[in-house]
């Protein structure tokens, strides 16, 4: 088999570009017919006129708790549970192809499977980690409530593997089967993993098939990927969500996460629709090219940068540093709810500002503001207070200003950091 999973991933990325945005009118445009919350937030939309990245920029960001509060609406609409963003339901009463099975995931938030071979394209994560046709796979993801169980064993199956569904717990069971049916590879989260050959190295060492692992769900760090690749495993992790299936994954290269081929993806100022320059740290926002569940500038709320250049593997599409934090600051001030969007809404107001980061310091009897914000050397007399004034007018609370040179501040992403000690 080819070290590639298809030819989409070798392709010109200008063509690819073209591909991408050909399909997303007839996304939209279905969307707006057949789900009743995108047919609202697109209402006046022409589809045919999204062609570009700016167009798409131009349309709102739907968020994970807009995501729950509609759904939370339509409890009572057994035809649409799923907050009118989904365009299947139960088979026959939304259209004669049904969801296949539902999800849950905190919230709740409730996610369709539509039917299809690979429904959330985990395997092309699969083959860039190694697995390959007639691999037998211990898949030790939940296969309850949520779907990264059925959404490894989906991609597995395109690919040829044997699953064996280990699911959650049942550590000795587990590990049992491993040594009994002596699996080559494993997913799952890398945590239960390094439970796993723990207890193997403390009962006879570890299993000798294992020889491979795409870990997703939690931080993949280099030091657990180089103990593991000492135990002769040599371990991948992916990124994907319950929402949108996979978004991005690592390739032997290791430098980076290569984004899906039937992905959108934009770095946007947290809080904000707002895409950042390339290479700056924001939001990860995702257009899942999915008709069955067509999330359009969906916000993961999970922070990355996108990095410079192709993959050194030969894949083509763009790539993201991974997950680097969570998006969502707001934080409390004098008992006001501050969010990362009246920051930019105040930074917006002064075309001549970088970057910006509110810090909340002091006690909390005693809460202080500061924004710093990204100025060039001979700003306008009275900037600062002129500065103060907005943030007040946006916020409804009093802060200062401290004007910095431009690139001065952390390319984090980071936009309010609450520097106070809480307890």
């Given at each position: 088999m080819s070290e590639f999973y298809d030819a989409l991933e070798t392709r010109d990325p200008a063509a690819r570009e073209e591909a991408l945005f050909?399909?997303?009118?007839?996304?939209?445009?279905?969307?707006?017919?057949?789900?009743?919350?995108?047919?609202?937030?697109?209402?006046?939309?022409d589809p045919t006129a999204v062609t570009s990245r700016a167009a798409l920029a131009a349309l709102p960001v739907t968020r994970k708790h807009e995501l729950l509060e509609r759904q939370q609406a339509r409890r009572d609409d057994p035809g649409d549970v799923f907050g009118g963003h989904a365009t299947i339901g139960w088979a026959g009463l939304r259209r004669p192809q049904g969801a296949r099975r539902v999800f849950q995931s905190p919230g709740p938030i409730y996610e369709?499977?539509?039917?299809?071979?690979?429904?959330?394209?985990?395997a092309r994560?699969?083959?860039?980690?190694?697995?390959?046709?007639?691999?037998?796979?211990?898949?030790?993801?939940?296969?309850?409530?949520?779907?990264?169980?059925?959404?490894?064993?989906?991609?597995?199956?395109?690919?040829?593997?044997?699953?064996?569904?280990?699911?959650?717990?049942?550590t000795e069971l587990q590990l049992q089967a491993m040594?009994?049916?002596?699996?080559?590879?494993?997913?799952?989260?890398?945590?239960?993993?390094?439970i796993l050959l723990d207890k193997a190295l403390e009962t006879g060492g570890a299993p000798p098939s294992l020889r491979r692992a795409l870990v997703s769900g939690e931080a993949f760090p280099p030091a657990l990927r180089d103990w593991l690749s000492g135990h002769g495993i040599e371990g991948f992790q992916c990124y994907?969500?319950?929402?949108?299936?996979?978004?991005?994954?690592?390739t032997p290269a290791r430098e980076g996460l290569v984004l899906d081929e039937a992905v959108i993806v934009e770095i946007v100022r947290p809080g904000t629709g707002e895409p950042v320059p390339p290479g700056e740290v924001g939001e990860l926002v995702v257009t899942a090219l999915n008709p069955d569940y067509?999330?359009?500038?969906?916000?993961?709320?999970?922070?990355?940068?996108?990095?410079?250049?192709?993959?050194?593997?030969?894949?083509?599409?763009?790539?993201i540093k991974g997950w680097m934090g969570r998006a969502d600051q707001t934080a409390k001030v004098r008992g006001m709810f501050v969010h990362p969007g009246q920051v930019a809404q105040v930074l917006r107001r002064f075309p001549e500002l970088g970057r910006g980061r509110l810090v909340v310091s002091g006690g909390m009897a005693n809460d202080r503001m500061t924004l710093h914000a990204e100025a060039a050397a001979g700003a306008a007399p009275g900037l600062a207070e002129r500065i103060a004034e907005a943030l007040r007018d946006v916020t409804k609370l009093?802060?200062?200003?401290?004007?910095?040179?431009?690139?001065?501040l952390p390319n984090d992403g980071r936009v309010i950091e609450d520097q106070r000690r809480h307890g």
């Open positions: 050909a399909a997303l009118p007839a996304l939209i445009a279905h969307a707006q017919a057949h789900a009743p919350a995108f047919g609202a937030l697109l209402q006046g939309v369709p499977e539509g039917a299809g071979s690979d429904y959330w394209r985990a994560a699969l083959h860039a980690a190694g697995f390959r046709p007639g691999q037998l796979v211990h898949n030790s993801f939940s296969y309850h409530l949520t779907p990264a169980g059925s959404m490894m064993e989906g991609g597995l199956h395109a690919l040829g593997c044997t699953v064996f569904p280990g699911g959650t717990g049942h040594r009994e049916l002596r699996p080559h590879g494993y997913v799952g989260t890398p945590s239960f993993l390094k994907a969500t319950a929402d949108l299936g996979l978004i991005a994954y690592e067509p999330l359009i500038r969906f916000g993961t709320g999970d922070l990355s940068a996108l990095l410079p250049g192709p993959c050194p593997s030969g894949r083509t599409n763009s790539r009093r802060g200062e200003v401290a004007l910095c040179a431009p690139g001065s």
